[in-house]
């Protein structure tokens, strides 16, 4: 069954380090997703991707934070200057449609732990 | 801003029993509704999605959707102790270009 991959699993990072996040989403579908959800909290939106470009963004993504698809496979955000608040888990999703009726798919997460 | 509103429980309930998980809504306008089922540690996994009023059932699960209370339920029938979990709801957001998740419901099902 295609799944959508993440990598790394766990990334244990400095204060005011880069962090790049990595995701291979399902090979067929066309929306992709990064959210992130902090120990014991709901999982959050970040950002939607459509066609190469953002379609919507949080108030959590802020200049900080980019995505981008550098290939035809692979979706990636990067967290620029990391602060102890971006820990938490963040999950990559995707969708063969957008919504209101697509379902999404989720990767297994990355886990940031920011010292 | 679309809110999406869970008991956050615990909801405990023996084993073989129906537990019922409740959400509700803000925007009336929404037209499709998920639930996500999220084991500790685990990313969320599609259970269900309904987009009319009424039962959609998929084996042990229903889910239940009522537009004009603007809530949404999900039955889980001769429930399991591997059904423990976090049960999210999640309906799309103004733009309809991301799902918006509740806080999550979660179910202990003992044994």
């Known amino acids: 069954e295609p799944e959508v991959t993440q990598t790394p699993s766990h990334q244990v990072t400095q204060m005011g380090q880069e962090v790049i996040l990595r995701c291979v989403p399902i090979s067929n579908h066309l929306y992709f997703y990064w959210y992130r959800q902090i120990l014991g909290q709901k999982v959050e939106f970040l950002v939607s991707?459509?066609?190469?470009?953002?379609?919507?963004k949080s108030e959590i993504f802020d200049d900080q934070f980019s995505v981008e698809r550098p290939d035809g496979s692979n979706f990636t955000l990067k967290i620029r200057s990391t602060k102890l608040e971006d820990s938490a888990m963040y999950f990559c999703?995707?969708?063969?449609?957008?919504?209101?009726?697509?379902?999404?798919?989720f990767g297994e997460g990355s886990r940031l732990t920011v010292l | 801003q679309k809110e999406v509103e869970q008991n956050s429980g615990p909801l405990s309930v023996p084993e073989g029993a129906i537990a019922s998980l409740n959400c509700t809504y803000s925007?009336?306008?929404?037209?499709?509704f998920f639930w996500y089922r999220q084991y500790s540690g685990k990313s969320p996994e599609l259970i269900m999605s309904i987009y009319s009023n009424g039962d959609k059932e998929d084996g042990r699960f229903t889910a239940q959707l009522n537009k004009a209370s603007q809530y949404v339920s999900l039955l889980i029938r001769d429930s399991q102790p591997s059904d423990s979990a976090t049960y999210l709801c999640?309906?799309?957001?103004?733009?309809?270009?991301?799902?918006?998740f509740g806080k999550g419901t979660t179910l202990s099902v003992s044994s």
């Open positions: 925007d009336r306008g929404s037209q499709s």
């Open positions: 991707f459509y066609n190469n470009e953002i379609s919507e």
């Open positions: 999640a309906v799309p957001n103004q733009a309809g270009t991301a799902l918006i």
């Open positions: 999703a995707s969708s063969n449609r957008g919504q209101p009726t697509g379902e999404l798919f």
